[in-house]
């Protein structure tokens, strides 16, 4: 999903949450004054953004645009980093479908962190911050995981016992830390920024 393009840079890409073609309800600017509006998630980090579109451009909710560079917006005028309650609702309740879209879209990539997420601290795992994966559960993706790395999602049910819809589950972690900003491990969201800072 992120890409390099003839300059090196990366190409960071979001998906449409919210179209609002009269613009963001706060904006008190005359209606002419006003752009198109919205809300995307980027497409690898799960960031959110309020954007501006072109008002050219006519969006419906699921489109994917570019929003960073700034060279590389095609339809999007500006971009800035929101949190979760800044939503529009309509974003908000899209927001389950497009991670659900995203984490199926890009499988092998979150199957990995099934075959590779590692012990946080001698007591905690990165696989217990999924939502119902207790010590049992973990151990039994550890020991499956030892004999053969996992290639789909439905292998991993199939092989592990107790271990249904691991994309969902995985999904569930996405929104959690969305809508919580406060959490001590982030996992999925933000993680290209945490790296950068450490």
Do not use: C, W
Not at 31 to 57: H, I, N
Not at 97 to 110: K, M, N, P, Q, T
Not at 119 to 137: A, F, S, V
Not at 161 to 170: A, K, N, Q, R, T
Request: charged share 35%; glycine share 6%.
């Amino acid at each position: 999903m992120t890409e390099s393009d003839s300059g090196g840079a990366n190409v960071r890409r979001a998906v449409v949450l919210d179209y609002l073609a009269h613009g963001l309800s706060g904006d008190n600017r005359p209606q002419y004054e006003k752009s198109p509006a919205g809300y995307a998630l980027e497409t690898e980090d799960f960031e959110l953004y309020q954007v501006a579109f072109d008002e050219e451009e006519r969006l419906t909710i699921g489109s994917e645009v570019g929003i960073e560079p700034p060279e590389a917006r095609d339809v999007v005028t500006e971009a800035h980093k929101v949190e979760y309650e800044d939503l529009s609702s309509g974003a908000q309740s899209e927001l389950e479908y497009v991670v659900a879209d995203l984490v199926e879209e890009d499988e092998e990539r979150f199957v990995d962190f099934y075959n590779d997420a590692q012990p946080i601290t001698l007591r905690l795992h990165q696989l217990n911050l999924l939502p119902g994966i207790g010590k049992k559960l973990r151990n039994s993706i550890l020991d499956e995981r030892k004999r053969k790395p996992f290639e789909s999602f439905e292998e991993l049910s199939e092989r592990v016992s107790g271990l249904h819809d691991p994309d969902e589950i995985l999904v569930e972690r996405i929104i959690e830390e969305l809508r919580d900003d406060d959490l001590k491990y982030q996992t999925f969201v933000g993680r290209q920024e945490q790296e950068q800072n450490q």
